[in-house]
């Protein structure tokens, strides 16, 4: 456990930070997932929209630093293979 004030600050900014960055996350793996389930079913038209969203949605998270940027590029890359694909 930190005493110092300083030490306390930084181990609450870093919960706040860690809660917001797994928020990020969590959205993003919902709407890659959607994208995948479209992909399964065939659905060309609903994938390329929930595409659109998963993008944005990978892009934000990059943005934010929840995640690296060569980890969102390449699953946009292969999400928008999937869905070219069909």
Do not use: C, W, Y
Not at 23 to 52: I, W
Not at 57 to 82: C, E, I, Y
């Amino acid at each position: 456990m930190p005493n110092i004030k300083s030490a306390k600050k930084r181990v609450r900014v870093n919960d706040d930070a860690r809660a917001l960055n797994a928020a990020f996350k969590s959205d993003m793996r919902t709407a890659v997932k959607r994208v995948e389930k479209l992909v399964s079913s065939k659905d060309a038209e609903g994938a390329k929209e929930a595409l659109q969203t998963a993008v944005k949605k990978v892009d934000k998270a990059v943005q934010r630093g929840a995640l690296h940027k060569n980890n969102g590029n390449r699953t946009k890359s292969r999400l928008t293979k999937q869905v070219n694909a069909l």
